[in-house]
């Protein structure tokens, strides 16, 4: 079975921001996180309405940094700033299906269609930083272009130290059951990565030769799923970690953007929950910290000392 460095938390847009990695690392000091995708342009050109083009990972343990674009030196640039910010590896986008990305960009999804220029990235990133550079993609643009053994080829041709696939196609985006393929004659690491929630499914990837797992999903509205896979558990009180990742998100953005942002994951946390349909309908009402703390603590009867 996988350890906790083997265990690794997925970029998820909109998801994995500073704060949700703060309450992630609360409960897997040693598992490898991956940062929300970054744009190269973004990046480099140091947009102020962007805060984690600035943001340090000096103090947050093994985490690599993901960036997507489509112009190599861009790309290299990109990758020198957020080594020198204190990232353990860099990420290359080459999954990410929606538009704005995978078709208007040229970015993401797109190197999976155009071989040459991936490589070139990858070339580009490897040679721009002194850290490990890795990717991450999917089995193929569509059901007839399953390629996804190149791209690896190309991968480890150019000094990519490892890989995460995640099992379904561009054309899939997240529909249908996510499908692992045998990678045992992998030229390297690959990270499975697409429905994996329980440790059945973490071993059963191990099984086709992974070498280890990516959570995605599955740790909405629970940042405790890399824990559980590894062996652990929920926490008692899991209004005590929605309090503290609300105070986090609340510094990072201050509370008039945090508030709105926080309504999703308050929804997540509930899911599943007695009355949570209502508990939603509050949330998504309230514009105040106060009053929200206020709710979460009457939801999960928790005390207001975070």
Request: hydrophobic fraction near 45%; charged fraction near 25%.
């Amino acid at each position: 079975m996988f350890s906790n460095n083997q265990i690794f938390a997925a970029p998820l847009a909109g998801v994995t921001d500073k704060p949700f990695r703060r309450i992630v690392r609360t409960f897997s000091p040693e598992s490898p996180i991956v940062t929300e995708m970054i744009s190269c342009h973004s990046l480099v050109e140091a947009h102020k309405n962007c805060p984690r083009n600035f943001d340090r990972y000096d103090d947050e343990g093994p985490i690599g940094a993901q960036i997507f674009g489509a112009v190599p030196d861009l790309m290299a640039d990109a990758a020198r700033i957020l080594a020198d910010a204190g990232a353990k590896w860099i990420d290359i986008n080459m999954g990410c299906p929606v538009p704005k990305v995978a078709t208007r960009a040229n970015a993401g999804a797109y190197l999976m269609r155009d071989h040459k220029l991936a490589g070139k990235i990858m070339d580009a990133v490897v040679r721009a930083v002194d850290i490990p550079v890795s990717i991450k993609t999917r089995l193929g643009w569509d059901a007839e272009h399953n390629d996804w053994r190149d791209l690896i080829n190309i991968a480890a041709d150019t000094g990519v130290k490892f890989a995460a696939l995640h099992g379904r196609t561009r054309a899939q985006l997240y529909l249908g059951r996510a499908v692992l393929p045998d990678v045992h004659d992998a030229p390297i690491p690959i990270i499975a990565n697409g429905d994996i929630k329980t440790t059945a499914d973490a071993e059963h990837a191990e099984s086709l030769g992974f070498s280890g797992v990516m959570i995605g999903r599955g740790m909405l509205g629970r940042p405790w799923a890399l824990s559980e896979i590894a062996g652990g558990g929920a926490p008692k009180n899991i209004g005590e970690t929605v309090l503290r990742h609300l105070e986090y998100t609340i510094e990072y953005y201050g509370a008039r953007a945090a508030i709105p942002m926080f309504r999703k994951h308050a929804a997540w946390y509930s899911a599943g929950m007695a009355n949570s349909s209502e508990f939603r309908i509050r949330v998504n009402q309230i514009t105040d910290a106060t009053a929200l703390r206020d709710e979460i603590c009457k939801f999960w009867g928790c005390e207001l000392n975070i």
